[in-house]
């Protein structure tokens, strides 16, 4: 894959009436962390009315607040983007950037329990304990497992499914398994927060054409080397194909697009298309 890529992204949100919109707030722009680097970005709102102020949120992602007059039957929002995927070993400690990760880590809802009592059967094996031992090869295990154990669906509808309930099922959306890690990582002792972002991928997994996701995965803070980021999907670490775009302490407050909006029903069409550039680009000023 080429280091730099082309992304885009658009959603249409089709009412069956005229409707209102209260102010809808946009996760869409990458978190400009650790090596990750955003060349060029746009981000187009329609109706074209429409006023769009951005902003940094509690978590400190970098969010767009779109804000209508009047009354409107579709709600369009594009995103444009090339981004810097080149590889990088997720696993090097960060230690100029420690004190302020740990800072990060010491928010008290990072380790709000998701569950509270037991869960449905002895999943967590082998026990909490250890954790403490060895943090990583416990965090890596419990990943591998959830990705094994359970078997992947794709969820139109919204929400997230309770950790109870992923594990009864023994399925679950990328969102679903990221929550469940979550939980447990949680009731083990550690900081750890949920994820939506991008994944790029080749589309034969042997340097085909490329495709984008939305995506959600799990971030857990491990000592001496930062947050780390644990895809339940795959049972992989994070690493470059990985485009963070929200953290939060729920899964509520790092989706893509959140607002009110009148009693309606309504759709919505979604396209996403990545392409991989020939020649580098220079960095650009964010749009």
């Known amino acids: 894959m080429s280091a730099h890529v082309a992304l885009r992204h658009r959603t249409s949100y089709h009412y069956d009436r005229p409707v209102s919109l209260g102010p809808q707030t946009i996760r869409l722009h990458p978190r400009e962390i650790g090596d990750r680097v ?10 074209a009315d429409g006023t769009v102020l951005w902003k940094t949120d509690g978590y400190d992602n970098t969010v767009a607040e779109a804000v209508f007059a009047g009354v409107m039957s579709r709600f369009d929002i594009e995103v444009r983007m090339t981004v810097d995927l080149s590889p990088y070993d997720p696993l090097e400690c ?12 010491e928010r008290a809802s990072y380790r709000m329990p998701v569950v509270n009592g037991p869960f449905p059967d002895d999943f967590l094996t082998p026990p909490e304990s250890g954790a403490t031992a060895i943090p990583l090869d416990w965090l890596r ?25 992923t594990l009864t099922r023994r399925s679950g959306s990328c969102r679903d398994s990221a929550w469940l890690f979550i939980a447990l990582a949680r009731r083990a002792g550690f900081a750890a927060r949920f994820v939506s972002g991008y994944l790029v991928q080749n589309e034969d997994g042997n340097g085909g054409a490329l495709t984008c996701d939305l995506h959600a995965w799990a971030e857990v803070f491990v000592p001496e080397r930062g947050w780390l980021g644990f895809d339940t999907t795959s049972g992989q670490i994070v690493a470059q194909n990985h485009i963070a775009l929200a953290v939060s302490a729920v899964p509520e407050e790092a989706a893509p697009v959140s607002g009110l909006l ?26």
């Open 38 to 47: 955003v060349l060029t970005y746009e981000l187009d709102v329609g109706p």
């Open 94 to 105: 960060r230690s100029g950037q420690m004190a302020i990760l740990r800072r990060e880590a």
């Open 262 to 287: 009148d009693r309606c029903q309504a759709r919505f069409d979604v396209t996403m298309e990545a392409r991989a550039l020939p020649q580098p680009l220079q960095v650009s000023a964010r749009a």
């Open 141 to 165: 295990g419990l990943n591998q497992r959830i990705a094994s154990s359970l078997t992947y669906r794709t969820r139109f509808e919204p929400g997230v499914w309770s950790p109870v309930e």
